[in-house]
């Protein structure tokens, strides 16, 4: 008999205890039960809920849905550039020149002639001027004599020896005095000073300073075509001169 009252007490307690354990937790006041939101049909915006949701901590089952692809979201999209039509026509299809300063012309009339043939061959003659400066010329002279008859002995044996190029002085500092030449170059006078002395004569160098204009052209030459090309239209001495790029 205690053995089945024993019995009855722990099948008692066992109900008591499973019914306990169906009822539902109460939520917090102001809390709408999830049955309430999830039951309705369709979408329940935020908005439109009397009472907030708490904000819940766990990860959420399921991940909110992506955009569709083929609706890429506008901030993101980035613009097309089209580069050649940004780029002017006129600036891509510039042709490449080079601009150049050729300097030592003797005179305007041949730097003239040269800026025109240049014109002619494809190139632009932007700017043609004058250089105006000294240079140092080398004298080579016999010494003045007494009088002018006095120098005509050494006039004949010049002649008579085959030498060109010379003169009487008859005025300045050197009157009387023969002339054998004006050379640009030091190593030039001293030949001829050499010549002279195998003649038995004593001629002596005088350097003298001279004014010297030179004239001067800037071009803007093709850069396809060679430099050659522009450099034979010069005349022949300047054939090798050096140029430079224009200031």
């Known amino acids: 008999m205690k053995g089945f009252l024993a019995g009855l007490l722990l099948l008692n307690l066992v109900l008591l205890a499973w019914s306990w354990w169906q009822v539902e937790p109460e939520l917090p006041t102001g809390m709408a039960p999830i049955a309430a939101v999830t039951a ?33 979201s506008p901030a993101l ?15 891509a299809a510039a042709p490449a020149v080079a601009c150049l300063r050729v300097a030592g012309f003797e005179s305007e009339a041949v ?7 240049l014109r002619q061959d494809g190139g632009d003659v932007r700017r043609l001027g004058e250089e105006v400066g000294v240079t140092t010329r080398f004298w080579v002279m016999l010494p003045p004599a007494k009088s ?24 300045g500092e050197n009157v009387n005095a023969i002339s054998l030449g004006v ?13 002279l002395r195998r ?48 200031q």
């Open 40 to 72: 309705g049909p369709g979408l329940v915006l935020l908005q439109e809920l009397e009472t907030p949701l708490a904000v819940r901590h766990e990860t959420a089952a399921v991940a909110p849905a992506s955009p569709p692809e083929s609706e890429p």
């Open 183 to 195: 050379y640009s170059a030091k190593a030039s006078a001293q030949r001829r000073v050499e010549q």
């Open 111 to 117: 730097a003239g002639r040269v800026a025109e043939a």
């Open 77 to 91: 999209a980035e613009p097309v550039v089209d580069i050649a039509a940004a780029v002017p026509e006129a600036v």
């Open 199 to 246: 003649l038995k004569l004593t001629p002596r160098i005088e350097e003298i300073t001279l004014p010297r204009s030179r004239w001067w052209l800037e071009l803007e030459w093709p850069a396809e075509k060679t430099e050659d090309a522009w450099r034979r239209l010069l005349p022949a001495e300047m054939h090798n001169v050096m140029s430079l790029p224009c």
């Open 148 to 171: 002018a008859a006095a120098a005509v002995p050494l006039l004949e044996r010049l002649q008579r020896a085959g030498v060109k190029d010379f003169y009487l002085i008859r005025n």
